[in-house]
């Protein structure tokens, strides 16, 4: 064997407790990078399945394919797997049924399986073969004679929804109901949703269809999707856009974005922000480790002047600690993979058990052989980082000095007098706050990494408790306990509406509906009190201005009839005969502000009076593909905004218009906003605990309406709740990574206070040969301990009150508010912790010195 | 001829106030095969001397010329070359590595660079220091004398043209401290080797051909004994 690797595996040998301290931070400082990982991929898959369950498993989408190309999809290179839903019709169920009709969609059996329809049964199975059927849970709710396995006799016609399009021919045929799905249709369609079964192959050639694909590289479904479409002959659209459509989301967290939207996307945020905590982590662990290799390399560094002495050159004398780091790794870094899968495991099963109620599932522990290798590499390559450091200083060093030990000693420039310790503490005092300044640099890596843990652990917990402040403060100014959110992408059905409006036990109730849109104007249009407060141009991000032109970001709001005619009589204003709108023109005076109270200072917006005709656009972005132009007459200018529970974003200007009015507007919108703006939104006011009784009420309603996923519920105590176990949970992971690196700071701080003690133990065996007796080394050590542990949390604390200062400031949180609900306990716990440890450590290590001999400690034992 | 040349050899420590000045324009020849005993007072300078002769220690100022080659402009991986083979250095504390057996410590610079010694001449040296039979042992098991046997087989292994002994007898008896020069003076004239001796005791200077001193860093006499 090579000497040097010789030399290296003996001393890793013989200095078993450097090793062993070396071994423990590395093993520590593995598991948590590979628990990073696991946490990282875990939640990676989480996202990928949960939009998968959700959205199905599919990349693109061509709408209107012939039947008769599907092969020519089928065969092209790029497709990997391809799925066929479409071939609608309607059946027209018996007499005796509340409703008519059934609108079935066949699915072919690619869709089924990859699709999300499939995780909507609620009994049952998907249909197999031609004839079977799945069906809404409205017709099982609305007709109770039916149930699974039973076969209608229907009459089959071409896709209709209304009485009003009924077909004329109808072909006899029987159909068997094999589950039931949680999906619902609007009641105008008057009829039930299904899904049947169907053999692409056995289409007629004229049919069109739906073609979901999978491709075989996702990277580039952006460019191949186009050109399959142009290859398959679909025409264009009045945009210049093929009939397709991307699984943005799912491709997204594949790495893969249409161009032009890497940064628009979360998930290279998220990821950036992955590698800035791998990145911290590796580098504070680095350091942590560092130090100990540094102590050990000072252990040996007068054998290391003798390898110099005697020819090693420095690249070998660098190499020693190298080696010794490799040495030390592997048994920990292997160790380390099934540490931080059980690490992870107990973690994130923790996690889950808190938030999946809040989510609605549990997030599955994921460990990949890659991941593992992954944390492998980064665990060594963090550990030669480590080594680096001090294998280049030893490689420096002056043969002749560290022979001597030179580098090895403790100087002190100046002997510093400390009058204060010295009266109360005696002449031992002195020494003990010498002696730690003189192992400053010793010490240096210990306080580091106690302050580091003290400000990752409690910053946390300072920006969940700053957040949780600001979140509470916004939830008290919502006017509305309980609110409800219909998304069907459709017109909500009048009869679950009423219902809503009906609601028993409410004190006030909303009902709004809104969309995004702009207006252009001019300068002039601005009013004299905004243009002093700074103008549209001071409104730099949220209004563009193209050739002295300016578009304003507006919110068209929708609200009932009622409502907008109680707007109208406060304001003083008669409806118009046209298309009349209220408009609210305020706008907030010191948009920059952080005080509540300062922000909510509003100015008249714009010059807009009662009778003037504005001309909006559908187009209120570049990226916004529809530009749909129309104009409203303003029947009122109002100062603020209606208690709706709709709170504008700034410079946004609210136009409210009868809800007939607004359902006419946007429907010439495209396509692409159809599903957002038709979105209802029902807000209750309730006597204080009332609120989840009326959430589950609601939730009854609507459930009768709608499947699960077309309505969404919430109530300030839900709301609460979830914030507390989400609180609570993530603090529960960054409280135990924080935890590891706690672990990897006391393990650093033991071995650097046993090297510190090793080291002077002729120096105490001095004090104790001119007369200083075990009492006095006792208290000796133990000033020594109380000022080392002092020390990281004079230093953390300061730099944690910044951190704590600098996020109430942005958060407009008041230093009397964040002390009410930050636990100070567990700061205070904390500093315990250290004091004590440090201290038990001192005291520990100072039974072994006064158990020393005094003249064999003070002989020199150089070999 | 001269093996060993300085001119104007200048080390100093500390800055400001507080520096020293351990050689102070030290010119010395040393011709090659000479053994020569540097004595002088503690802190007078001999020590650095031969530290910087040995490549442990840089100049201030100055040459040092090994061989007519000046090894003060020597960078790190040459230096280290230099006191692999062409120095060897013995010191007071006889400084071996605890953890390698006796033969491995003897053999460190020829496995430093990747070399066995030729097995003759191994147990030529071994045989002359009388370590036959603690090769396998580690240095802490060795007594004094044992273990400064095994530094002065640590510096002739590579046959080195010039032996450096700091001390070497300071921390031994009267019986291994004859014993010591007596093996030194055998590698004098056996290997024809060129030897500076530092010491405090004036008979084992006496031993030497040449002896010079040195005081406040600079050489106050130079004086051969023996021809």
Redesign the interface.
């Known amino acids: 064997m ?3 690797r ?2 290296s595996l ?2 890793v ?2 200095n078993r407790r450097t090793s062993i301290s070396i071994m423990v931070a590395v093993l520590i400082a593995s598991t948590f990078l590979c628990a990073l990982l696991v946490f990282a991929q875990s939640f990676w898959n989480q996202m990928v399945q949960q939009e998968i369950y959700i959205g199905g498993d599919w990349d693109a989408e061509l709408m209107d394919v012939p039947a008769d190309r599907l092969g020519m999809v089928r065969d092209n290179a790029g497709v990997k797997a391809m799925f066929v839903k479409g071939d609608n019709k309607t059946a027209f169920l018996p007499e005796g049924t509340a409703l008519p009709r059934l609108l079935i969609q066949n699915c072919d059996s690619g869709y089924w399986g990859s699709m999300y329809e499939k995780n909507m049964l609620l009994r049952g199975r998907i249909p197999q073969a031609s004839g079977e059927v799945v069906v809404s849970k409205d017709f099982f709710l609305q007709n109770p004679a039916y149930g699974i396995g039973d076969t209608l006799a229907v009459g089959i016609g071409s896709n209709v929804r209304t009485h009003m399009e009924e077909s004329q021919q109808k072909d006899a045929a029987s159909l068997t109901i094999v589950g039931e799905l949680d999906v619902s249709v609007s009641s105008g369609y008057e009829g039930y949703l299904a899904y049947g079964f169907m053999e692409p192959e056995a289409l007629s050639p004229d049919s069109e269809v739906v073609v979901y694909l999978q491709m075989e590289r996702r990277g580039e479904v952006y460019t191949a999707v186009p050109q399959i479409a142009e290859a398959i002959g679909l025409p264009k659209d009045e945009y210049g856009n093929y009939p397709c459509r991307y699984h943005a989301a799912l491709l997204a967290w594949h790495g893969v974005y249409a161009p032009g939207s890497f940064w628009g996307s979360d998930v290279p945020k998220l990821f950036l922000g992955l590698l800035l905590a791998a990145g911290t982590s590796m580098a504070v662990f680095a350091y942590i480790i560092r130090g100990a290799f540094g102590i050990s390399a000072k252990q040996k560094i ?2 290391l ?12 004398i660098g190499r020693t600690v190298i080696y010794e780091a490799c040495i030390l790794s592997v048994i920990p870094i292997l160790l380390s993979m099934v540490l931080g899968y059980l690490f992870s495991l107990g973690v994130l099963s923790a996690y889950s058990d808190m938030t999946s109620e809040v989510f609605g599932s549990r997030m599955e522990v994921y460990f990949s052989p890659a991941a593992a290798l992954m944390a492998a590499v980064l665990s060594f390559a963090m550990v030669l980082l480590a080594a680096h450091g001090p294998a280049k200083q030893m ?1 420096k060093v ?4 560290a ?1 001597r030990g030179e580098q090895h000693s403790i100087s002190v420039k100046k002997a510093k007098s400390h009058p204060v310790l010295a009266k109360h503490f005696g002449f031992l005092g002195e020494i003990a706050v010498n002696s730690v300044n003189a192992g400053r640099k010793l010490y240096h890596t210990c306080m580091v990494t106690l302050s580091l843990c003290m400000l990752l652990a409690f910053g946390f917990l300072a920006a969940f408790t700053v957040s949780d402040i600001s979140n509470a403060q916004a939830e008290n100014r919502n006017h509305f306990d309980v609110n409800i959110t219909l998304r069907t992408g459709e017109r909500i059905d009048g009869a679950l509406l009423a219902e809503l409006k009906a609601m028993q036990g409410v004190q006030g109730i909303s009902v709004y509906a809104r969309a995004n849109c702009a207006v252009w104007l001019s300068g002039s249009d601005q009013s004299a009190e905004f243009l002093q407060a700074g103008g549209f141009d001071a409104a730099d991000g949220y209004i563009v201005e193209r050739d002295g032109r300016y578009r304003v970001p507006c919110v068209l709001v929708g609200m009932e009839q009622d409502a907008y005619e109680s707007v109208l009589r406060e304001a003083g204003a008669e409806a118009l005969s046209e298309s009349y709108a209220i408009i609210v023109n305020s706008v907030a005076k010191n948009p920059g502000a952080r005080d509540y109270a300062a922000m909510q200072e509003t100015v008249p917006y714009l010059n807009f009076r009662q009778g003037q005709r504005v001309e909006l656009t559908e187009k209120y972005s570049d990226d916004t593909q529809g530009d749909y132009e129309f104009t409203v007459d303003v029947a009122a200018v109002i100062p603020s905004m209606p208690e709706i529970g709709l709170d504008p974003s700034f410079y946004t200007l609210p136009v409210i218009v009868p809800m007939e009015d607004y359902y006419s507007i946007i429907g010439n919108f495209s396509d692409e906003m159809a599903v957002y703006n038709y979105r209802n939104y029902v807000n209750y006011a309730v006597p204080d605990g009332m609120d989840e009784e009326i959430q589950g009420e609601a939730e009854r309603i609507c459930g009768a309406y709608l499947g699960s996923s077309d309505y969404m519920t919430s109530s300030k105590t839900e709301r609460m709740r979830n914030r507390g176990r989400m609180t609570g949970a993530t603090m529960f992971i960054v409280c135990s990574l924080a935890a590891l690196f706690g672990v990897v700071g006391i393990s650093s701080v033991l071995s650097a206070i046993l090297n510190s003690l090793g080291q002077r133990r002729k120096e105490f065996a001095m004090f104790r040969s001119v007369g200083v007796d075990e009492k006095g080394i006792r208290r000796l050590l133990g000033m020594e301990g109380f000022l080392l542990s002092v020390r990281p949390i004079l230093i953390g604390l300061p730099l944690l009150t910044i951190v704590c200062a600098a996020q109430c400031y942005i958060e407009g949180v008041s230093v009397v508010e964040f002390l009410y609900a930050f636990p100070v306990w567990a700061l205070v716990a904390y500093i315990i912790l250290v004091l004590f440890v440090i201290n038990a450590i001192y005291m520990l290590a100072s039974k072994k010195i006064r158990d020393d001999v005094i003249v064999a400690a003070i002989k ?1 034992d ?2 | 001829m001269d093996i060993l040349r300085t001119e104007g050899l200048t080390r100093q420590y500390g800055t400001g106030q507080t520096m020293v000045t351990a050689l102070d324009h030290v010119d010395l020849q040393v011709e090659r095969g000479q053994f020569v005993a540097i004595i002088g007072a503690s802190g007078s300078g001999k020590s650095t001397l031969l ?1 910087l002769l ?5 100049p201030d100022g100055g040459k040092i010329f090994v061989e007519d080659v000046d090894i003060a402009t020597f960078g ?2 040459r230096l ?6 062409k120095v060897g ?1 013995i ?1 007071q ?8 057996s006796v033969k ?1 410590n003897i053999c ?2 020829m ?4 070399k066995e010694p030729g097995k003759e001449r191994f147990d030529d040296i071994v045989r002359t220091l009388g370590l036959e039979d603690r090769l396998e042992h580690l ?2 098991q060795l007594s004094g004398g044992q ?1 400064q046997r095994a530094a002065i087989g ?1 510096a002739l292994i590579y046959q080195p043209a010039i032996l450096l002994a700091d001390e070497p007898t300071g921390n031994l008896d009267r019986k291994n401290t004859e014993e010591i020069i007596s093996l030194l003076k055998l590698s004098n004239r056996q290997y024809k080797q060129t030897i500076l001796l530092v010491t405090h005791d004036e008979n084992v200077a006496l031993e030497a051909d040449r002896i010079i001193k040195i005081e406040d860093g600079k050489i106050i006499s130079d004086k051969a004994v023996r021809p």
Not at chain 1, 305 to 316: C, D, F, R
Not at chain 2, 93 to 100: A, Q, R, S, V
């Open positions: 090579n000497i040097i010789e030399y003996d001393q040998r013989k007068h054998q002047g003798i390898l110099k002495s005697v020819g090693a050159g420095p690249k070998q490689s002056l043969p002749i000095e022979v020199d150089t070999v | 530290h040995g490549g442990v220690d840089r790190e991986e280290a070359q230099y006191r692999r083979r250095l010191y504390f006889y400084n071996l590595i605890p953890t390698l491995k460190l610079p496995l430093l660079d990747n240095p802490g273990q640590r």
